[in-house]
Protein backbone atom coordinates (compact mmCIF):
# COMPACT_ATOMS: atom_id res chain seq x y z
CA UNK A 1 0.00 0.00 0.00
CA UNK A 2 1.32 3.24 -1.12
CA UNK A 3 1.47 6.13 1.24
CA UNK A 4 -1.49 8.11 0.30
CA UNK A 5 -3.27 5.06 0.48
CA UNK A 6 -2.33 5.02 3.52
CA UNK A 7 -3.37 7.83 4.43
CA UNK A 8 -6.32 7.61 2.55
CA UNK A 9 -7.91 4.31 4.25
CA UNK A 10 -7.43 6.09 7.93
CA UNK A 11 -10.47 7.53 7.17
CA UNK A 12 -12.07 4.49 5.65
CA UNK A 13 -15.36 3.89 7.81
CA UNK A 14 -14.39 0.71 10.14
CA UNK A 15 -16.55 -2.15 8.98
CA UNK A 16 -18.45 -4.57 11.64
CA UNK A 17 -17.97 -8.25 12.33
CA UNK A 18 -19.52 -9.76 9.68
CA UNK A 19 -17.92 -7.72 6.88
CA UNK A 20 -14.87 -8.43 8.91
CA UNK A 21 -15.51 -12.19 9.17
CA UNK A 22 -15.94 -12.31 5.27
CA UNK A 23 -12.84 -10.53 4.25
CA UNK A 24 -10.87 -12.71 7.00
CA UNK A 25 -12.74 -16.25 5.23
CA UNK A 26 -11.57 -15.28 1.94
CA UNK A 27 -7.67 -14.38 3.15
CA UNK A 28 -7.58 -17.68 5.20
CA UNK A 29 -9.21 -19.43 1.92
CA UNK A 30 -7.48 -17.60 -0.73
CA UNK A 31 -10.67 -16.57 -2.20
CA UNK A 32 -10.26 -13.28 -4.67
CA UNK A 33 -12.22 -10.70 -3.52
CA UNK A 34 -12.06 -6.71 -3.75
CA UNK A 35 -9.85 -5.06 -1.55
CA UNK A 36 -11.33 -3.11 0.57
CA UNK A 37 -9.91 0.65 -0.65
CA UNK A 38 -11.02 -0.57 -4.08
CA UNK A 39 -14.34 -1.51 -2.62
CA UNK A 40 -15.08 1.81 -1.14
CA UNK A 41 -13.95 4.05 -3.79
CA UNK A 42 -16.75 0.80 -6.13
CA UNK A 43 -19.05 1.75 -3.74
CA UNK A 44 -18.82 5.39 -3.92
CA UNK A 45 -19.25 5.36 -6.97
CA UNK A 46 -22.39 3.46 -7.30
CA UNK A 47 -24.07 6.11 -4.49
CA UNK A 48 -22.85 8.19 -7.57
CA UNK A 49 -24.93 6.59 -10.07
CA UNK A 50 -27.75 5.57 -7.92
CA UNK A 51 -28.75 2.15 -10.15
CA UNK A 52 -31.47 0.31 -9.82
CA UNK A 53 -30.46 -3.21 -11.28
CA UNK A 54 -26.80 -4.47 -10.61
CA UNK A 55 -25.47 -7.55 -12.38
CA UNK A 56 -22.30 -8.84 -11.03
CA UNK A 57 -20.34 -11.34 -12.63
CA UNK A 58 -18.49 -13.32 -10.88
CA UNK A 59 -20.28 -13.71 -6.93
CA UNK A 60 -17.54 -15.70 -5.03
CA UNK A 61 -18.37 -15.58 -1.13
CA UNK A 62 -20.92 -12.94 -1.60
CA UNK A 63 -18.75 -10.05 -0.66
CA UNK A 64 -19.36 -7.22 -2.71
CA UNK A 65 -23.03 -8.43 -3.47
CA UNK A 66 -23.87 -8.14 0.02
CA UNK A 67 -21.37 -4.96 0.42
CA UNK A 68 -23.40 -3.18 -2.68
CA UNK A 69 -26.79 -4.20 -1.13
CA UNK A 70 -25.94 -2.64 1.91
CA UNK A 71 -24.84 0.99 0.73
CA UNK A 72 -27.98 0.72 -1.78
CA UNK A 73 -31.16 -0.24 -0.13
CA UNK A 74 -33.17 0.44 -2.96
CA UNK A 75 -31.13 -1.86 -5.34
CA UNK A 76 -31.27 -5.21 -6.36
CA UNK A 77 -28.16 -7.30 -7.25
CA UNK A 78 -28.30 -10.36 -9.51
CA UNK A 79 -24.75 -12.20 -8.89
CA UNK A 80 -23.52 -15.21 -11.15
CA UNK A 81 -20.58 -17.63 -9.25
CA UNK A 82 -19.81 -21.03 -11.34
CA UNK A 83 -17.67 -22.82 -8.55
CA UNK A 84 -19.65 -25.01 -6.37
CA UNK A 85 -17.80 -24.27 -2.79
CA UNK A 86 -18.07 -20.52 -3.33
CA UNK A 87 -21.77 -20.67 -4.66
CA UNK A 88 -22.38 -21.97 -0.93
CA UNK A 89 -20.63 -19.83 1.09
CA UNK A 90 -22.00 -16.98 -0.49
CA UNK A 91 -25.45 -18.47 -0.09
CA UNK A 92 -25.13 -18.74 3.72
CA UNK A 93 -23.74 -15.23 3.92
CA UNK A 94 -26.15 -13.95 1.94
CA UNK A 95 -28.76 -15.70 4.49
CA UNK A 96 -27.22 -14.18 7.29
CA UNK A 97 -26.60 -10.95 5.83
CA UNK A 98 -30.53 -10.57 5.77
CA UNK A 99 -30.79 -8.98 2.30
CA UNK A 100 -31.65 -12.07 0.45
CA UNK A 101 -34.89 -10.24 -1.07
CA UNK A 102 -32.77 -7.98 -3.37
CA UNK A 103 -30.00 -10.42 -3.87
CA UNK A 104 -30.56 -13.32 -6.38
CA UNK A 105 -27.39 -15.49 -6.78
CA UNK A 106 -27.19 -17.63 -9.46
CA UNK A 107 -24.61 -20.84 -9.78
CA UNK A 108 -23.95 -21.30 -13.33
CA UNK A 109 -20.63 -20.96 -15.72
CA UNK A 110 -21.76 -17.12 -17.12
CA UNK A 111 -19.96 -17.22 -20.47
CA UNK A 112 -22.71 -20.44 -20.94
CA UNK A 113 -26.18 -19.50 -18.93
CA UNK A 114 -28.94 -18.32 -20.67
CA UNK A 115 -31.27 -18.64 -17.85
CA UNK A 116 -34.40 -16.26 -17.78
CA UNK A 117 -33.60 -14.62 -14.57
CA UNK A 118 -30.59 -13.01 -15.81
CA UNK A 119 -31.53 -11.87 -19.38
CA UNK A 120 -35.45 -11.14 -18.63
CA UNK A 121 -34.09 -7.95 -17.49
CA UNK A 122 -32.15 -5.12 -18.45
CA UNK A 123 -29.29 -3.64 -16.03
CA UNK A 124 -28.23 0.06 -15.20
CA UNK A 125 -24.59 -1.59 -13.99
CA UNK A 126 -22.68 -4.22 -14.65
CA UNK A 127 -19.70 -5.34 -12.55
CA UNK A 128 -17.20 -8.14 -14.03
CA UNK A 129 -14.73 -9.39 -11.31
CA UNK A 130 -14.35 -12.95 -13.19
CA UNK A 131 -12.17 -15.04 -14.94
CA UNK A 132 -9.41 -12.02 -16.33
CA UNK A 133 -8.78 -13.40 -19.74
CA UNK A 134 -12.24 -14.09 -20.44
CA UNK A 135 -13.28 -10.12 -19.72
CA UNK A 136 -14.31 -9.74 -23.19
CA UNK A 137 -16.59 -12.39 -23.89
CA UNK A 138 -18.02 -11.27 -20.33
CA UNK A 139 -18.40 -8.09 -22.32
CA UNK A 140 -19.75 -8.69 -25.11
CA UNK A 141 -22.12 -11.15 -23.91
CA UNK A 142 -23.35 -8.97 -21.17
CA UNK A 143 -23.20 -5.78 -22.17
CA UNK A 144 -26.20 -5.91 -24.37
CA UNK A 145 -28.28 -6.01 -21.32
CA UNK A 146 -27.14 -3.43 -19.63
CA UNK A 147 -29.41 0.49 -20.32
CA UNK A 148 -28.12 3.06 -22.40
CA UNK A 149 -26.38 5.44 -19.82
CA UNK A 150 -25.45 2.18 -17.63
CA UNK A 151 -22.04 1.69 -16.36
CA UNK A 152 -20.15 -1.41 -16.55
CA UNK A 153 -17.42 -1.98 -14.09
CA UNK A 154 -14.14 -4.24 -14.40
CA UNK A 155 -12.21 -5.09 -11.72
CA UNK A 156 -8.39 -6.09 -11.36
CA UNK A 157 -7.51 -4.16 -14.68
CA UNK A 158 -3.57 -4.32 -13.05
CA UNK A 159 -3.04 -8.03 -11.77
CA UNK A 160 -1.46 -7.04 -8.95
CA UNK A 161 0.79 -4.96 -11.50
CA UNK A 162 1.25 -7.89 -13.99
CA UNK A 163 0.14 -6.13 -17.23
CA UNK A 164 3.14 -3.96 -16.68
CA UNK A 165 5.75 -6.64 -16.95
CA UNK A 166 7.38 -7.62 -20.36
CA UNK A 167 5.78 -11.44 -21.73
CA UNK A 168 8.89 -13.58 -20.35
CA UNK A 169 8.97 -12.29 -16.80
CA UNK A 170 5.18 -13.55 -16.70
CA UNK A 171 4.82 -17.48 -15.54
CA UNK A 172 3.71 -19.60 -19.06
CA UNK A 173 0.53 -20.58 -17.51
CA UNK A 174 -0.63 -16.80 -17.24
CA UNK A 175 0.35 -15.28 -20.09
CA UNK A 176 -2.23 -16.07 -22.39
CA UNK A 177 -4.70 -14.61 -19.33
CA UNK A 178 -2.43 -11.25 -18.99
CA UNK A 179 -2.06 -10.80 -23.01
CA UNK A 180 -6.16 -11.23 -22.98
CA UNK A 181 -6.60 -8.44 -20.82
CA UNK A 182 -4.57 -5.98 -22.56
CA UNK A 183 -5.75 -6.60 -25.21
CA UNK A 184 -9.38 -6.39 -23.72
CA UNK A 185 -8.21 -2.71 -21.89
CA UNK A 186 -6.97 -1.54 -25.23
CA UNK A 187 -10.12 -2.46 -27.21
CA UNK A 188 -12.85 -1.14 -24.84
CA UNK A 189 -10.87 1.99 -24.21
CA UNK A 190 -11.26 2.57 -28.04
CA UNK A 191 -14.39 1.53 -28.09
CA UNK A 192 -17.04 4.34 -29.47
CA UNK A 193 -20.03 3.02 -28.09
CA UNK A 194 -18.44 4.01 -24.38
CA UNK A 195 -16.62 6.15 -22.28
CA UNK A 196 -14.04 4.59 -20.67
CA UNK A 197 -11.85 5.34 -17.50
CA UNK A 198 -8.89 3.03 -16.24
CA UNK A 199 -8.68 4.21 -12.70
CA UNK A 200 -5.25 3.44 -10.59
CA UNK A 201 -7.38 2.66 -7.87
CA UNK A 202 -7.33 -1.09 -5.86
CA UNK A 203 -5.88 -3.56 -7.74
CA UNK A 204 -7.09 -1.32 -11.77
CA UNK A 205 -10.90 -0.10 -11.89
CA UNK A 206 -12.10 -0.03 -15.43
CA UNK A 207 -15.51 2.10 -16.07
CA UNK A 208 -17.54 2.10 -18.99
CA UNK A 209 -20.36 4.63 -19.78
CA UNK A 210 -22.77 2.83 -22.41
CA UNK A 211 -23.13 5.72 -24.91
Not at 38 to 46: A, D, K, N, R, V
Not at 87 to 109: F, H, N, P
Request: aromatic fraction near 10%; charged fraction near 25%; hydrophobic fraction near 45%.
Amino acid sequence: MSKYAAYVAEFNKEQGPFVVEMEQYAATHHVPIMDRGGMELFISLLRIQQPQRILEIGSAIGYSAIRIAEALPEASVVTIERDTARYVKAVDYITRSGLGERITIIEADALLTEEAVIFNQSYDALFIDAAKGQYKRFFEKYSPIVATGGVIYCDNMFMHGVVLYDEQEIPRRNRTMIRNLKEFTAWIMAHPDYETSLLPVGDGLLIAVKK
